[in-house]
């Protein structure tokens, strides 16, 4: 019937919309974990370029949430 369509295509359209939220959400995760910006993941040759600012999963992911203490580059060159 018609209401059993309409239940249909608006589960449909809330599990589409579910997964896309809960991969953009892990996306963001990953972003956090390897402290760059979404720009930087696009402007890199391969995806995984040395981040200077990177300072491993545990210790990002601490700072993210306000935990940790920021840190420099690892060297002044990485600065250029």
Known sequence: ????????????????????????????????????TSYDTYTSTNGKSDNPYDMGVLSNLLFFVGLGTQRGPKSAEDMV
């Open 1 to 36: 019937s018609l209401d059993t369509l309409v239940a249909l295509l608006l589960l449909l359209d809330f599990t589409a919309s579910a997964v896309y939220a809960a991969n953009l959400g892990l996306y963001h995760v990953y972003l956090a974990a390897t402290n760059q």
